[in-house]
């Protein structure tokens, strides 16, 4: 079994001005809540998604979020405008054609600006460790050895993940492989990385994943992994809500 070693933050570790926070998804597995009501809206523990994902990104010193929009966009804006504060919001429009995770990125690329950023989803609930989970990865990111960062969870701990992981990584962390067919990876992405706008090139018409990006970076050598030391919840149907809290308030 590959041993991957944890990474402990570092001074001087800077967290990103600027985080990209994808909220345009469609929320299919999670109906029938998002037939009135976007999925980053949906309540875990007395909170939106959403919420809980500005906590942590407020709690880290991110000053500025970027936030995609497309289904329900107008309930996304008006709670980001009336229950948000403490961090700027600039809006990257999706209303007229969903771009998926890679084309959402490419349509906010002005946006992001030319430093490396924060990249989490909308519908990510975790719960840090000894150290906050955003610090970790910025305490770890090389600028000089890196154009992305992921933050992943063990298989064995991603809380009401149904997948069969993501992706393999070598003892110093850098990602040297996706699952194969019919093979469980022992790593599950948390849905939050560091990426460097360097990486967002030469791209496709349309919309497109991010898939894209990723692994040109593997096949470079520069994408890698930290090992989150928290709690890390995939909510993606309306079982798992139950099922999120309950461990939460089992603490």
């Known amino acids: 079994m590959t041993r991957v070693r944890m990474i402990r933050p570092e001074p001087g570790g800077k967290v990103p001005k600027t985080a990209m926070v994808m909220a345009a998804g469609l929320g299919k597995r999670m109906r029938p809540l998002t037939a009135t009501r976007p999925k980053p809206l949906v309540e875990v523990a007395g909170k939106t998604l959403l919420d809980h994902v500005f906590d942590r990104l407020k709690a880290a010193g991110v000053e500025r979020a970027v936030v995609n929009v497309h289904y329900l966009a107008d309930a996304l804006q008006a709670h980001l405008l009336n229950r948000v504060s403490g961090i700027e919001i600039v809006i990257s429009d999706e ?12 349509q906010a690329r002005a ?19 000894p150290t906050d989970a955003i610090k970790l990865l910025a305490s770890r990111w090389d600028d000089a050895t890196m154009d992305a960062l992921l933050l992943m969870v063990p298989y064995a701990r991603a809380h ?38 360097r990486l967002i090139a030469d ?3 349309g919309p497109f994943s991010t898939n894209l990006f990723w692994d040109r970076a593997i096949a470079a050598g520069r994408a890698y992994g930290q090992v989150h030391q928290g709690l890390w919840f995939d909510v993606g ?4 809500i139950g099922r999120t809290e309950a461990i939460l308030a089992d603490g």
């Open 203 to 205: 791209w496709p018409e």
């Open 111 to 129: 946006l992001i600006g030319d430093e490396p950023f924060l990249y989490v989803n909308s519908d990510n609930l975790w719960v840090d460790g």
């Open 237 to 240: 149907t309306p079982a798992a």
């Open 160 to 197: 009401n993940h149904r997948g069969q992981g993501d992706f393999r990584l070598a003892p110093n962390g850098r990602i040297i492989g996706r699952r194969g067919r019919g093979r469980v990876a022992p790593f599950v992405w948390t849905g939050v990385q560091i990426m460097h706008p």
């Open 95 to 106: 209303r007229g054609r969903l771009m998926e995770t890679g084309g959402a990125l490419v």
